[in-house]
């Protein structure tokens, strides 16, 4: 049984409300669960990040989302949902809590406050894969890509100077198959990008300057 002590958040996020779990660890590109995995359960990143993704027709990967520490994860399976060939995997050393369906039930049942929390958390992650969608419909491939990249940076960048946040890790085939187009593309328009000033290469990685792209966006 998990022990009782819960972690240090707002009333009302799930964080104060769950008990911790044991740490599971993780290598980078180590598959956290399966397709072919039936369990319902919900995932919490302690450290590192994790990419959830799926196998569309004709085997062709597509990442459904990048998500990092104090992130859940696997909710679609914590809501018994039918997602075939969904599959999480670590970006880099990962560590991670997991809680089943039958724990969750049990601590809905002592805290009733923690369902209306998850669901709360369920609701933000869809409307923010709505809008996805909505992006997809309505926007060109480099609007896409910068939207991603900003969003990215947001979430995952360090600050840098001048303003600029430097990026983890991600390559052009993972944006690729983030936003729905090829390899090729991204780097056509990542090189873009860069003669833009909108973001720049260093012996460090990529950096991305967020007003630049934001102004971009309002074009």
Excluded at 14 to 22: G, I
Excluded at 77 to 103: I, N, Y
């Amino acid at each position: 049984m998990p022990n009782v002590t819960a972690f240090t958040a707002g009333p009302e996020d799930p964080l104060s409300l769950l008990p911790r779990t044991t740490i599971q660890e993780y290598k980078k590109n180590d598959v956290i669960y399966a397709p072919e995995d039936r369990g319902e359960s919900l995932y919490l990143i302690i450290d590192g990040r994790v990419k959830v993704s799926r196998l569309a027709e004709g085997g062709r990967e597509v990442i459904l989302g990048f998500y990092h520490k104090d992130e859940f994860f696997g909710e679609s399976r914590f809501l018994g949902a039918d997602r075939p060939g969904e599959q999480a995997t670590a970006v880099d050393s990962a560590s991670v809590m997991v809680w089943t369906m039958g724990e969750l039930r049990r601590l809905m049942q002592r805290s009733p406050a923690l369902g209306p929390a998850l669901l709360r958390v369920v609701a933000q992650k869809l409307a923010e894969a709505n809008s996805r969608i909505e992006g997809f419909c309505l926007d060109p491939i480099p609007r896409r890509l910068a939207r991603s990249l900003l969003n990215y940076a947001k979430r995952f960048g360090q600050p840098a100077p001048d303003q600029w946040l430097h990026l983890p890790p991600i390559t052009h085939e993972q944006l690729a198959r983030y936003i729905g187009t090829s390899r090729e593309i991204i780097t056509q328009y990542m090189n873009h990008f860069r003669r833009e000033h909108l973001l720049k290469y260093s012996r460090r990685g990529v950096e991305v300057d967020p007003a630049a792209m934001r102004n971009y966006l309002e074009k």
